[in-house]
């Protein structure tokens, strides 16, 4: 069973930069694809990014491809969200999943077997 933990998250101002990291036990991070998403208030969860079970293919969500990087590092079981020039829209807690049968993951909630509690992210304009 694969548990999963959020943190970094945190209040800042537009324009400004968060690291979140999602800590994995229970299982290598290495045969696992994982997938940050979020959820504002009042909408439903949305997929921000993956990363494939080496950590070399990713993808983006339009919304935030040009400011956010996903990472993942097999050897310390951690994965990575950087957010740079975060802005008001941002707002959210942002969750990290894990995907067992896809090598390279999904953009859905239903590609994903095990989430993490979340963390909020709170961007002031």
């Known amino acids: 069973h694969v548990q999963l933990v959020e943190s970094g998250g945190g209040s800042v101002q537009a324009g400004g930069s968060l690291r979140l990291s999602c800590a994995a036990s229970g299982g290598g991070l290495s045969v696992l694809a994982m997938g940050w998403f979020r959820q504002a208030p009042g909408m439903e969860r949305e997929f921000v990014a993956r990363v494939s079970r080496s950590g070399y293919t990713k993808q983006y969500s339009e919304l935030v491809e040009d400011r956010f990087a996903v990472s993942k590092d097999n050897t310390k079981d951690m994965v990575y969200l950087q957010m740079d020039n975060l802005k008001s829209e941002d707002t959210a807690v942002y969750y990290c999943?894990?995907?067992?049968?896809?090598?390279?993951?999904?953009?859905?909630?239903?590609?994903?077997?095990?989430w993490g509690q979340g963390t909020q992210v709170t961007v002031s304009s």
């Open positions: 999943a894990a995907d067992r049968v896809r090598v390279y993951g999904g953009d859905k909630e239903s590609d994903y077997e095990f």
